[in-house]
């Protein structure tokens, strides 16, 4: 019997070590992620004339962010959210490219703290680049943006998910041309650990 005994709590450890192991994954604690995908920017640039002028091309859209979730499945944080232009179409000038760096406090929102959808928003400091070329000057400008999205992450290990986050990111800056308005929606696959 004293064998039967062992057998019998041998088997029970292993249960309960695998069905411990298949319990899901919270999101809580520390919170990092980066990403990075395609998108297409959307700009209107006001020059204080009559000569406004649009502006828009493909570009690579970046986030990395870091917080921490203040109860399971709500994640509150600070991040950069830039995209690049590498060639935008002026109303059919060359200009160079673009270059926009965000950065502010955001919040990513898990509908269900073991599950992987989720929704995510920011409030963003920005600051541009437009690159010169031979038809047009550089500039650089200051303002303010936002970001929202959507996106759905599943767990690859007990503290990684891989991704992907559709989202929409608007900035206004001030200086460049004297104003410009620009928007991406993107998509971006990202790798996030908690």
């Known amino acids: 019997m004293p064998g039967m005994r062992n057998a019998l709590a041998l088997l029970l450890l292993c249960v309960t070590a695998t069905s411990a192991a298949a319990e899901p994954r919270t999101h809580d604690g520390i919170y990092a992620r980066v990403g990075v995908g395609p998108g297409y920017a959307l700009a209107t640039l006001f020059a204080g004339s009559a000569d406004d002028n ?3 091309g493909a570009d690579v859209s970046t986030e990395l962010a870091f917080g921490w979730a203040v109860r399971p499945g709500l994640v509150l944080g ?14 059919g000038m060359d200009a160079g490219g673009q270059h926009v760096s ?4 955001f919040i990513d929102y ?19 680049y437009l690159d010169g070329s031979s038809e047009r000057d550089s500039h650089i400008g200051f303002g303010y943006g936002g970001m929202a999205g959507v996106g759905y ?4 290990s007990s503290t990684w998910s891989l991704g992907a986050l559709v989202r929409v990111t608007a900035y206004r800056l001030y ?19 908690q």
């Not at 200086?175 to 650990?193: H, K, M, N, Q």
């Open 78 to 91: 600070g991040g950069t959210f830039p995209m690049v232009v590498p060639a935008p179409d002026y109303d």
């Open 102 to 105: 965000a950065t502010g406090p």
């Open 54 to 56: 649009s502006s828009n």
């Open 153 to 156: 992450d599943r767990y690859i």
């Open 175 to 193: 200086g460049v041309d004297d104003e410009i308005r620009l928007v991406s929606p993107s998509l971006l696959f990202t790798a996030t650990y």
């Open 110 to 128: 898990y509908l269900r703290p073991t599950g992987g959808l989720h929704v995510q928003g920011a409030l963003l400091f920005t600051a541009g």
